[in-house]
């Protein structure tokens, strides 16, 4: 079996994943059917039980598919799209709270990279404490995620 470079699993928690994911289905619904009632058509209510048929698979695939990872030689984060990248430790040079506008503006750990980019971590992430070990152990005590992962949760 293939060993990872990153074996330390991040997923984001599914209730996160499920608000974020129903209310941008529902909202691109509700648009749908206004923009038809615009277009002369009549205005129909949005079709509940179609957007929870859609969003269950959309969730499990996300949590189960995208999650962040963590390994030796850095993270695979999220770039501003919700696609995972590779990020070395050295890399990260500041790690600060906001607001990811790609999960609906949901609270995250925005990372800058030393080229300008920006990587983004949930703060629903699940096993945040693994991940916090673990850059202590490869990047050290000074390394900027690592300080942000020391602030408490509910400061977040």
């Not at 009549?42 to 598919?65: C, H, K, N, Q, W």
Request: hydrophobic share 50%; proline share 9%.
């Amino acid at each position: 079996m293939l060993q990872s470079a990153y074996p330390l699993r991040l997923p984001t928690r599914p209730a996160q994943l499920w608000r974020v994911v129903v209310l941008g289905m529902t909202a691109g619904a509700l648009l749908a059917r206004v923009w038809n009632w615009l277009e002369g058509d009549e205005l129909r209510i949005v079709p509940t039980p179609f957007i929870l048929s859609l969003a269950v698979p959309t969730v499990l695939l996300m949590y189960l598919g995208f999650p962040a990872r963590a390994g030796a030689q850095g993270m695979k984060l999220f770039d501003a799209f919700g696609w995972p990248r590779r990020v070395a430790w050295a890399q990260m040079v500041a790690v600060e709270r906001a607001r990811w506008p790609y999960l609906l503006f949901a609270p995250s750990l925005r990372v800058r990279l030393a080229d300008g980019r920006t990587r983004w971590l949930p703060r629903e992430t699940k096993r945040l404490d693994e991940l916090h070990a673990l850059a202590l152990a490869e990047a050290g005590p000074t390394h900027p995620l690592v300080r942000a992962l020391e602030t408490p949760l509910y400061r977040l």
